[in-house]
């Protein structure tokens, strides 16, 4: 499946760390080092304590909130990290948030990433109150400021408490979007919830309280989060569960759902807001922002968003901008805008409606309803068939050609399944082209190739570059990986076998490649 959303979304959801792998240190012999010494100065550079096993001791004494990052001088991501970290020191100096922040040179400190089971670089941990046996692992963003407000949030308060209108107003006034817990009493699990949720949600501003004006202000009876925003709907409530309590896990879905706007413009910024809101269905509207009749539809596409608020996310597409991708992903030319296409991320099966229904709020929520309702079957992309797809020993498969070609009850037919932009693909084409030549004599043996990336098959997905797959002949249509050596003589041996793979590879195969500059699957 190449596609932009997926490998998007794939990198959000898995979380790419940036991590480099740990190498092994030279392990010299150790010194004898000398007794701590009063006042002793640990070195800095650009406002980071550099630390060694020694003088990580003092900077724990001296430094009750430390954040230390383990780096490797070879490591690229820690180079990328390292303005940013400096910047977060010195935004955190500036405001006196009293953390310090600190590295270690892993390779030259074995001791210390085998005491604090380094396995990549880089490595953040926070120490709290000179604790050396429990920091906490850093997971939050690689930005300055990211950086400084996950500190902020743990040194200080990540809730604001809120005591009369006053208070309230001025939280709201600070943001678009505030999160306000409305607890009865502050001593209870649920406020230790809240409290957690809001160490890590650093886009969102947080706020409690336990005043019954307030409560009676904002129309609550009951434990209550309310997420407060100044655009759409105003306000959405979280009532928490009298028996179950406050679920962490349902409070940030929610607050995650509900901070997205009914209708979100795809962009740069807002494609991984997009994908993190981890809505699966996406419907797109594409329209072209700079003719006023298309502008207007924006607004019967919003009046038909609020009903489907967690279930669909609505996303305008401007086909004059620069989102020649997302036109590419579906199919599309721009000239065919104003038009819907609904996508599930999931299963990546895309829809268009039938017919050329003029877009209103009506023909809208119909759409998403023939959906889910399984009225609307997905479309496939496809080239069309070349004329010639014939002609060369390596025949070209298209979405068009394949079922007939491939499911062909009389030929063996082995695919290669590629990318136009896959190294290891390019790699393998010379070996390709050779076996074709090699068995264009044989009536019963087809060699093909298809591009993945503008055709896409009903019978199942691609998920990586290359995919070899082969359909042996047959009325069952039994489809085989194959997972071996990628060389001439390997696979003769497969298909003069009729499809069995060899015993154990000699050298094993790199994995298929994903769309390295944004899938997570990248190869080293
Ligand atoms: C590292 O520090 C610990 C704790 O201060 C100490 O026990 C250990 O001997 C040190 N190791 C080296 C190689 O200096
Ligand atoms: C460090 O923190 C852990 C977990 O909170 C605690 O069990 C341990 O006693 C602490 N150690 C010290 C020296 O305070
Ligand atoms: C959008 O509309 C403008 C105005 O008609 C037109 O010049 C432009 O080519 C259109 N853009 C695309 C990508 O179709
Ligand atoms: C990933 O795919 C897009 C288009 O599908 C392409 O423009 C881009 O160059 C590809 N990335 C790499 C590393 O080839």
Known sequence: MDNQLLPVLLLLLLGVSGLCGQRQGPEGPSEELPEESPGEEVPKEDGILLLSNHTLSLALQEHPALMVEFYAPWCGHCKALAPEYSKAAALLAAESAGVMLAKVDGPAEPELTKEFGVEGYPTLKFFQNGNRTHPEEYTGPQKAEGIAEWLRR???PSAIRLEDEEGVQALMDTRDIVVIGFFQNLQEQNMATFLALAKDALDMTFGFTDRPQLFHKFGLTKDTV??????DEGRADFLVDDELGLDMGDLSRFLVTHSMHLVTEFNSQTSPKIFAARILNHLLLFVNQTLPQHRELLADF?????????????????????????????????EEAPTLRLVNIETTKKYAPTGRTPITAASVTAFCHAVFHGEVKPYFLSQEVPPDWDQRPVKTLVGKNFEKVAFDETKNVFVKFYAPWCSHCREMAPVWEALAEKYKDHEDIVIAELDSTANELEAFAVGGYPTLKFF????????????????????????????????????SSPEPQANSTLGPKEEL
């Open 302 to 334: 919003r009046e038909a968003a609020p009903p489907f608020r967690g279930q669909v996310l609505f996303v305008m597409v401007d086909v004059a901008a620069d989102n020649g991708h997302v036109l590419q992903y579906f199919g599309l030319k721009a």
């Open 226 to 231: 309310v997420l407060f925003k100044k655009f």
């Open 154 to 156: 743990r040194v200080g």
């Open 472 to 507: 042996p002949a047959g009325p069952d249509r039994k489809v085989i990986e194959y997972k071996s050596t990628r060389d001439l003589e390997t696979f003769s041996k497969f298909l003069d076998s009729g499809g069995d793979l060899p015993e154990e590879p000699a050298v």
